[in-house]
C-alpha cells in the first residue's frame, strides 16, 4: 500500500474549497447525448433507482472530502428539469482575485443549471470583486461550458481548449481576454474516432504532473505543442491511453486536504491507472478514488461533479 503524500505547500492549482449539487431527478440528458460519447442511458436500472443512487453518490463524496479536510459547500437540486445539475463545472468558475464567470450553455435544458443562490453564498463566505457573465452569448448560438470545456493552468495561466461545439472560439477569446489565460487549442479525439466533447474528459493539470490523453489529439505537430507546453510548466506528463480516457481516467481533479494535496478522482478512473502512473502522482498527491458509478452514466465524473473555489475566505 503506498504511504500518504507528505505534507505539501498549498498551490492555486488545488483549490481547497469546492461546490457540489446534490440532484433529486437525476437522469442522462437527452439533449447532450449527440454529441458526448461518454453516456450511458440503456443501464437496466429503474429510473427512481438511478435517482437515488445518484443522490447518495453525492452525498458520500462529499462527506469523503470533508473527512480530508475539502470544504464542501452542498446545494440541493429539486427540479426536475435540470438532469445534468449535478456538474456545476460547466456553468461558473472561480478565479484568484476574487473573480467569478458565469458561462453560456449549449443545450438549452442546461442553461437552467445557473443559481443565485451558490453566487450569493460565495460573495458571503468568500472575497468576490466582480461577477463576469458570459451566459448573453447564448443568445448567438454561441457556448463556453466553464472547466469542462477548458483544463485551466492557473500557475502558467493557460487555458487546454479541445475544439467542439460547446467552446466557440469567441466566447473563449472573451475569457482568456478578461482572465489573462493564453489559450491552446487543438483537435481531439476518442479511441472510436468520435469528437471530443468536454476537454476535461481527456486532461487533467494538477501541481506537479498533467494526466493527458495525448493520443487522442489528431495533429501530430499540436500534440507535441501540447506537451511541450505542459512539460515546459515544470509538470511531468502522465500520457493516458484511450482505454483509460473511456474510463474516466482524465477527469480527475486536484484538491487540497488537510494533511496532502489529493487527486479526486472515481474508483473506476483510478483502477484503469498503472502502477508507474500512480507512483508519480502519490509523489506530491495522495489518490483519493470515489465511488460514482451512476453518476458517471451522465457522461461525466469527478472533476465534473467539482466547481472549485480559488477564492480567498472573507
Known sequence: MAMPAVRMHRSIQAPSSVVMIRPQHFSSNPLTQSDNAFQRSDVGMSAERIRQAAYDEVTETASVLESRGVTVHVFDDEREDRPDAVFPNNWFSTHSGGHIALYPMEAVNRRKERRSDVIEMLKQQYRV????????LEADGLSLEGTGAMVLDHLDRVAYVARSRRADPIALERFCT???????????????????????VMMCIATEFAMFGVDGIVDADRRSTVVERLTESGRE?????????????????????????????????????????????????ELLPLQVPTIELAGGSVRCMLAGIHLARR
Open 129 to 136: 470583486q466582480d461577477v463576469i457573465d458570459y451566459s448573453g
Open 178 to 200: 478578461h482572465f489573462n489565460f493564453e489559450p491552446m487549442v487543438f483537435d481531439a479525439v476518442d479511441e472510436s474516432g468520435t469528437a471530443i466533447y468536454h476537454t476535461n
Open 237 to 285: 506528463v502522465i500520457a493516458l491511453s484511450n482505454r483509460q480516457i473511456a474510463e474516466f481516467a482524465g477527469n480527475a481533479i486536484e484538491l487540497q486536504g488537510h494533511a496532502s494535496r489529493l487527486l479526486a478522482i472515481s474508483a473506476r478512473a483510478c483502477a484503469s491507472l498503472t502502477p508507474s502512473q500512480k507512483s508519480i502522482i502519490e509523489r506530491s498527491c
